[in-house]
């Protein structure tokens, strides 16, 4: 089964690459010489996406530029929907509900940067879904779980988890589990029904993880363990490793890479 329709929220401010991020969109930050955003789309096209829809916000029009001149249009719709306030993860994939319609789609979250022979998306995709959603999840340490949706799970069938619970951001003593959910998303449209409640959650912020909470009563919620190496692009350290990893499967700079080494060593 392919993922018709995926959607791109890109309207986060990127506090943490500032000043770079005050002229250039931290989705066009590039791993070497590739945008983050376009890891994003080209894992979007090789799960079979047709409509690719980017919830950004006005004072980024990098984003828009970035998709014209690059003639993403041309291998598949594109629709470029505004973000007027800063909400949440939630209200950015609400935003884009009359876009997306009555169907299953796709959500990638660009600062996670997922590297593996099939992409994340695909590899969901592939699932038999039985009208669950999927959220990509991976262990985290314990001390991380406040940077993470949560999830505690019932049972485990392969890469696939049951979710029981799946609660936002909480302290490590509260965590269920170190199953963190990271930026991959296959949802039902029943999700929109929940998200437009409008109710805040962490940070006084429309979580979509809430709306996923409610989703597992219902036609329920599955977490995937996905294979590949992810990459946190949204802090400097995730981009560092993402560029240095990149680095190393290119011949000329990884033989800069060798030769700044036995400098450092060296020294």
């Keep these: 089964m392919t993922i018709e329709t995926v959607v ?3 309207a986060g401010k990127g506090t943490r690459f500032r000043p770079a991020t005050l002229g250039t969109p931290k989705e066009l930050l590039p791993v070497i010489d590739t945008p983050l955003l376009q890891f994003s789309i080209d894992e979007a ?25 690059t003639g993403v249009a041309g291998k598949c719709e594109v629709t470029v ?34 590297v593996a022979p099939q992409g994340c998306l695909a590899q969901m995709a592939a699932l038999e879904h039985d009208g669950h959603s999927f959220a990509a999840i991976q262990e985290v340490s314990r001390e991380d779980t406040g940077r993470y949706g949560i999830m505690d799970v019932s049972e485990q069938v392969g890469n696939i988890h049951h979710a ?8 490590p003593e509260e965590a269920p589990s170190c199953l963190g959910v990271v930026g991959r998303y296959i949802l039902e449209p029943a999700v929109f029904d929940h998200l437009a409640e409008n109710r805040r959650g962490s940070g006084g912020e429309i979580q979509l993880t809430d709306a996923l909470e409610k989703m597992i009563g219902a036609k329920g919620l599955a977490g ?34 060798n030769e700044q080494t036995d400098m450092a060593n060296a020294a």
């Design 8 to 10: 791109f929220p890109v």
């Design 45 to 69: 096209l090789e799960a079979g996406a047709k409509h690719l829809i980017f919830v950004t916000s006005p004072d980024k029009p990098g984003i828009s530029h970035y998709l014209e001149a």
């Design 81 to 114: 929907l505004m973000q007027t306030e800063q909400l949440g993860l939630g209200h950015a994939v609400n935003c884009a509900r009359d876009s997306v319609g009555n169907r299953r789609f796709g959500v990638i979250l660009p600062d996670d940067l997922i």
């Design 164 to 171: 029981l619970s799946i609660v936002e951001k909480p302290a």
């Design 224 to 257: 995937y363990a996905f294979s590949g190496r992810r990459f946190d692009c949204g802090t400097p350290e995730g981009m560092l490793e993402a560029t240095l990893a990149y680095a190393r499967q290119k011949p000329s700079l990884r033989a800069v890479l």
